[in-house]
């Protein structure tokens, strides 16, 4: 079976295109590459860290700190460097006695205690009843810069006492130190040098509910996060989480920025030919009409650009995006087997970059799925809603299926379903692009469609008014094909579309065809005189001229290609016989034969077989379900023996179907009648 399509180079160079595209516009950074969920066993290597790295709260722990930090207040305090010159002087001035040679490790070592930070033994008291004192935390100043500070960073006045006897012991531990200390007052010279502020602690108390750490601590370079076989706990997981996050944004690659640029392009490449065999294995006919071959390719650039937009700007909202609308976008122009194939590539890039890929790519794969079946039936005004509600059902229920199995990643579940939701809705919002679609690629929808089958229209009118016996023939080719497409899986309306307009051009030139012609006595009969090669000259016009009106028209190029491939390259047989039978060369009969095009999608072939059978069927004589039989056996048969089917997409099958339901509608069409008997005077 031979395809004809466009050359290869016009059919390549739009993904050229989109594969630049790609490529600009895909992540500049390398992705973590671990696959790991808590409760699970880490199966990698042993994961050491490459750098420093902050662990990041997780929502929920962030909104418990935010809860709590009304009631809890963390003191501030004001480190005070003359309480510390002040302390070393008096130590120096003091009187050790025999002792006085330990003078320098005390100083050393009050200096070191001071360095850490002393505080009062006394409690912090607050005037707020209902709030009361971390009992973990303080806010230390020092040089204009505040710091948070756990509380067994620092020492109590008591506590700096009792380091200091344990710091100088260890140089002289024969001397009786606390005594010394007693005795001579160096215990009286510790005093804090980390001052309480009450107003910056109740500033600061005010305000701490506009603001939470993000942070719950850090890693260092060259620690262990994870071994392998460790089981990820709650706490693995948000270090690798907290790691992965870093790794992504900072520091996702460490080697050569060419291998990764190389890296994106391979990628690209990959889509690419992916999405070219996707097309080219489930309808390459479609590299015949450019326009709906360059819209095929539109929607998936789009849907990639939108996905790497998203990621690199607010990868929080991947849950809002509406993929099932771009399913949505594809059903309205392209067959159904193709449509599933592309979408899958288009999701590829979300599968890819994203950091809950799979979740993404299997959530948004089924919803888009069921769309594609459902849509048929809730397409008109306010049941598109009701199509957005079964939409947002298939994706939580993958949502929660995602949810049950990754253990403990439930927290803020309920603004993700919002995003669910909203996204959902946005398919009924921007289903409306479908227009816009249309008349840049000069595409037809199955709106339009409607509409050109409508007999009211002036085209359709001027037809009725010009050849009404072409028109009527057109009626009945549109009531046959619809019978017929229905049993096959076709494009209904499409062929309907196509079986009214495929014989426009016959109006050019009505009393040319015999269903034209006047009945009456003595009318005039256009071929008389004529030769055969005349008559089947201007027979053959008629597929030229209604290409031509279609064009003045601006109908879709899919009704176009009915006209063109209804007769195919089939010859007119009442003028060639006639031809042959006066004596005509036999090897000089190109000139009877119609310069169309064989019909290459099922239903260009419905319509040229119906159109035959339709016109024929008035000569028949018998009507048995037998003659039926012969009938249209003879008439797809010698369309076979013509070779007007070998280049088409439809199968043994679906012709053997497209048989049985035509021989059962003439059948209906031409049963016997009951006789009424006369009534007897």
Known sequence: MQISTPKISKRFIPFIVIFAVLVLFMPRTAKFNYDYRKGSPWPYE???????FPILKTEEQIRDERGQSASIVIPYYKYSDDAVSQAVKNVQSLDLGVYKNIRPAVVTRLEDIYAKGIISDAKVKLDHSSAKVSENLIYVQKNKRATQTALQEVYRVSEAKDQLVALVAKSYPSVNLDSLFRRSGVYNVIVPNLLYDKSMTELTHAESDDYVSPTLGYVKADEKIVSKGEIVTAEVAQMLDSYKEEYNKVYGYDGPRIFLYMGNMLIA???CVLLYLSIYYTNRWVFNYWSRYMFLLFIFLFAAIVTFIVLAVAPQFMYMI???VFALYLLAFVRKKVILPIYMVMLLPLLIFSRNGMEFFVMYLVAGAVTIETFGYLSKGWQQFINALVIFGVEILVFFGFRLIDVGSN???????IQIFVGSMLTVALYPLIYLFEKIFNLVSSTRLVELADTNNSLLQELQAKAPGTFQHCIQVMNMVDYVGRAVDANVPLLRAGALYHDLGKMQNPLCFVENESLSPGAARYHEGKTPMESAADIIRH???GLAIADEHRLPAEIKDFIRTHHGTSATAYFLNQYLNDGGDPANTSAFCYHGKKPETKEQVILMICDSIEAASRTLKEFTPEAFDRFVEGIVGSKEKAGQLEDADITI??????????KTYLQQMYHGRVAY???KR
């Open 46 to 52: 042993t994961l050491i860290s490459q750098f420093d």
């Open 269 to 271: 490449l990959a889509l």
């Open 322 to 324: 509406p993929y099932p």
């Open 411 to 417: 927290a803020g579940w309920w603004l993700d379903a």
């Open 543 to 545: 597929v030229d001229d």
């Open 653 to 662: 099958h679906e012709l053997g179907q497209v048989k049985a339901m035509l």
């Open 677 to 679: 008997p006369k009534r």
